[in-house]
């Protein structure tokens, strides 16, 4: 089941299905991710292109395209902000 799919039944939010399907894969991208800085530390797991850009990528079209309702999106609001105070 995709976490995500309660954004296409979001009043005010218009086709929102491919977001929700990248949403839904980078969910499980990241949740691996995490495991692997865990256990690397985030100098060795992380590139420009983990699970952390993608989220930063994602982060930004969720707030364009969803407006508020992207704040409900707390596992990647708190994985981008985490990112960004690290940088
Ligand atoms: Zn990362």
Known sequence: M???EFLTRQ???GDVRDLVQQLGAWHDS???HQRTVRQLGPEEA???SCAHAVGRD???QAKKRLGPVAESL???RRS???TNQES
């Open 80 to 82: 981008v902000e985490r």
């Open 11 to 13: 009043a005010g939010v």
């Open 74 to 76: 707390t596992f990647l």
């Open 30 to 32: 990241m949740v691996l």
């Open 2 to 4: 995709n976490p995500y």
């Open 58 to 60: 994602l982060w930004a």
């Open 46 to 48: 992380c590139d420009e």
